[in-house]
T-cell receptor
Framework: SQKIEQNSEALNIQEGKTATLTCNYT??????LQWYRQDPGRGPVFLLL?????KEKRKERLKVTFDTTLKQSLFHITASQPADSATYLC????????????FGTGTRLLVSP | NAGVTQTPKFQVLKTGQSMTLQCAQD?????MSWYRQDPGMGLRLIHY???????DQGEVPNGYNVSRSTTEDFPLRLLSAAPSQTSVYFC???????????????FGPGTRLTVT
């Protein structure tokens, strides 16, 4: 089965800097990869999807890369703000169904003023 | 649109009791799923449905039942609660995949369940 690794240690950065979060997977290469944001006590919220044939995707201050050779995705937040503080989850589809997701444990990001 | 709603928000059960977690969505999504989230484990898929009348098991289905009689509702039943089922439960829905789909899943606010 697919295993996803995200850094379990919190990432602390200063406002204005770029935050970079890592998602590594171990088995089959997925057709796509998603990133979600989760705030304490709330459900995850979808941010971005990147497909296997895409190297990079951007949305406002967010950038996601997908390297199927390294089996890795990087998630960047540029010009970070305290409001970006949250846990960020990486998700991939299971090989048994496009809509069945496997999630990483998430990385907590703390942006200090 | 209310999106995905879940009730109750909190629940405490004694071992052996049964209960149903409710989930409803008003976006006419075909796909619905239930996840549990435990510290250090991430979200794990319990059961899912690709449409009314069709359900299937996810990664951790034991101890849970589901049914899907309407597009809108997808209740999760705990048959005989055990302390190992203490968790936060999330329901999610998604549109049928199509050209250019983002496969975005919309999550509810969660139900925090404690089994003593």
């Amino acid at each position: 089965s697919q295993k996803i690794e995200q850094n379990s240690e919190a990432l602390n950065i200063q406002e204005g800097k770029t935050a970079t979060l890592t998602c590594n997977y171990t088995n089959y290469s997925p057709a796509y990869l998603q990133w979600y944001r989760q705030d304490p006590g709330r459900g995850p919220v979808f941010l971005l999807l990147i497909r296997e044939n895409e190297k990079e995707k951007r949305k406002e201050r967010l950038k996601v890369t997908f390297d199927t050779t390294l089996k890795q995705s990087l998630f960047h937040i540029t010009a970070s703000q305290p409001a970006d503080s949250a846990t960020y989850l990486c998700a991939l589809p299971m090989n048994t169904g496009f809509q069945k997701l496997v999630f990483g444990t998430g990385t907590r990001l703390l942006v200090s003023p | 649109n209310a999106g995905v709603t879940q009730t109750p928000k909190f629940q405490v059960l004694k071992t052996g009791q049964s209960m149903t977690l409710q989930c409803a969505q008003d976006m006419n999504h075909e796909y619905m799923s239930w996840y549990r989230q435990d510290p250090g484990m991430g979200l794990r898929l319990i059961h899912y449905s690709v449409g009314a009348g069709i359900t299937d098991q996810g990664e951790v289905p034991n101890g849970y039942n589901v049914s899907r009689s309407t597009t809108e509702d997808f209740p999760l039943r705990l048959l005989s609660a055990a302390p190992s089922q203490t968790s936060v439960y999330f329901c999610a829905s998604a549109d049928a995949p199509g050209t250019g789909s983002s496969y975005e899943q919309y999550f509810g606010p969660g139900t925090r369940l404690t089994v003593t």
